[in-house]
């Protein structure tokens, strides 16, 4: 088994635009599609819209993941620059690592991307 896990997770933040609604306007079927307060209106969680897809690559190579959610999320890539505009666009590199933490490679069509739609890049590390 490795003993680091790497996900990338692509996620618009807050946006104007209703996550259903960037479903409909990407074509893309979300991991997570949340209105703001939708899981409990009493504490507004969560606390923003969000909207976002993940890689489920069995991968320790960011690349790997990447390859998965661009061949996801290119086509959409205008939608999405006009989406984040309203909002926070993210794309967090997840590493869960037992021990040591790995050299974290960004792919250059990665960085393209997310230089594209605007969006943050944001290195999640969990150390377990």
């Not at 969680?45 to 990447?66: C, F, G, K, T, Y």
């Not at 505009?85 to 250059?108: F, L, Q």
């Amino acid at each position: 088994t490795m003993n680091t896990e790497i996900r990338l997770d692509f996620q618009l933040l807050g946006t104007s635009i209703a996550p259903k609604e960037i479903t409909e306007l990407t074509g893309i079927t979300p991991s997570t599609s949340l209105l703001k307060g939708e899981r409990n209106s009493k504490t507004v969680l969560p606390r923003q819209n969000i909207w976002s897809v993940e890689s489920r690559a069995d991968s320790d190579d960011i690349a790997d993941h990447w390859a998965e959610l661009e061949s996801i999320l290119i086509n959409s890539k205008e939608m999405f620059r006009k989406i984040a505009a309203t909002g926070i666009a993210k794309m967090t590199v997840v590493i869960n690592s037992k021990d040591r933490i790995p050299s974290i490679g960004i792919p250059a069509s990665m960085s393209e991307f997310v230089g594209y739609v605007n969006a943050v890049i944001d290195i999640d590390h969990i150390q377990s």
